[in-house]
């Protein structure tokens, strides 16, 4: 993070204990106090909660798992994550849904209570860099993040070895890692996102309720308003096959620049090795292929355009935030 930085400051860093001693203190402080806040517990409680709740539902399956890896699909640790028996939803979906409130509420504040509560200003009049205050606000919520899903990624595997008995193969265990640090890139965005507004807003909640209406806009409305518009010219019974293509091909594009589509569509790939394409496909395409999983590799190959465009958005706001914080004029109560 700090060679990211100092190419907007346009010198080189020097990586000694003198200069990263500040910012490993802030990072520390920063670590605490998401630690002992009543707000970061009760929301890493409700999502480790609902993550159990769904691991439990797939564990009440377990027959229909194991049926369901003798008819082909030897991952039985990965239907872990991605199985349900209907009374709630998987762990994966729930990832989906509880990742980007997780992101936002560990980033809203950043920023603007410093300022609020007057101390912005002190910090920054210490003998230390002006971007160590953001990296190490970023670095913290990042630390949270992925000490909680490393630790559920392998409470499941952990429950899953108890359950089965036997351990996790080389392929689910790499495909189960993947998709967890997949999972904490996109938190990551919505971290970032929330620190973007908690630069820009002076006040805690217009920066909670912007980050909230983004996610509210990109989950609910925007398909919605997707839909309207290509119902409008859904091609008629009569289209040939390549009008047919190309209207699903233009929906599946409308639909990129999502990032709980992108993770969706990452982690269904990732978790589903049989899934051996995530667009719209021609006959042309399909013929001569054959059913089964693919190797690691494979999946990653198709999933990655997703990937890297979910990337891409987490350091797009990544550098908005800096640039935004870095030009901010900062003034004492």
């Not at 990586?15 to 402080?29: G, H, Q, S, Y």
């Not at 003998?127 to 993040?145: H, T």
């Not at 699903?248 to 594009?253: A, D, H, M, N």
């Amino acid at each position: 993070m700090i060679f990211i930085t100092a190419i907007f400051r346009e010198e080189v860093p020097v990586m000694n204990n003198i200069t990263l001693k500040p910012f490993l203190a802030m990072v520390r402080k920063e670590v605490a106090d998401h630690v002992r806040s009543w707000r970061s517990i009760i929301l890493l409680g409700i999502v480790a909660l609902t993550c159990l709740g769904s691991l439990y539902t797939s564990l009440s399956n377990f027959t229909g798992a194991i049926s369901k890896s003798n008819a082909g699909n030897d991952f039985f640790f990965l239907n872990l994550f991605t199985l349900s028996d209907g009374t709630l939803p998987s762990f994966i979906v729930f990832v989906s849904f509880l990742g980007p409130l997780l992101g936002i509420s560990l980033g809203f504040d950043a920023i603007n209570s410093e300022q609020n509560k007057g101390t912005l200003s002190r910090i920054l009049a210490q003998p230390v860099p002006r971007d160590y205050l953001l990296n190490a606000k970023f670095a913290a919520g990042l630390i949270v993040v992925s000490i909680m899903f490393f630790t559920l990624s392998f409470l499941v595997l952990g429950t899953g070895l108890l359950a089965l008995g036997i351990p996790p193969t080389a392929g689910e265990f790499i495909r189960i890692l993947l998709y967890t640090i997949i999972s904490i890139v996109y938190v990551s965005f919505w971290l970032n996102l929330s620190i973007l507004f908690s630069v820009r807003f002076r006040q805690p909640a217009t920066a909670a309720l912007a980050g909230i209406a983004v996610w509210l806009f990109l989950t609910v409305f925007y398909p919605l308003i997707v839909n309207l518009v290509l119902k409008g010219i859904e091609p008629s019974e009569m289209a040939t096959p390549r009008a047919v293509y190309m209207y699903q091909k233009l929906r599946f594009g409308l639909v990129q620049v999502m990032p709980g589509e992108l993770f969706n569509e990452i982690t269904s790939t990732l978790l589903v090795p049989s899934v051996r394409s995530i667009g719209p496909l021609t006959m042309e395409q399909l013929h001569g292929t054959i059913p089964g999983p693919l190797p690691v590799g494979q999946s990653l190959l198709i999933v990655w355009p997703q990937l890297t465009g979910l990337i891409a958005l987490t350091l797009l706001c990544f550098v908005l935030s800096y640039l935004s914080f870095m030009r901010r004029e900062i003034r004492s109560r």
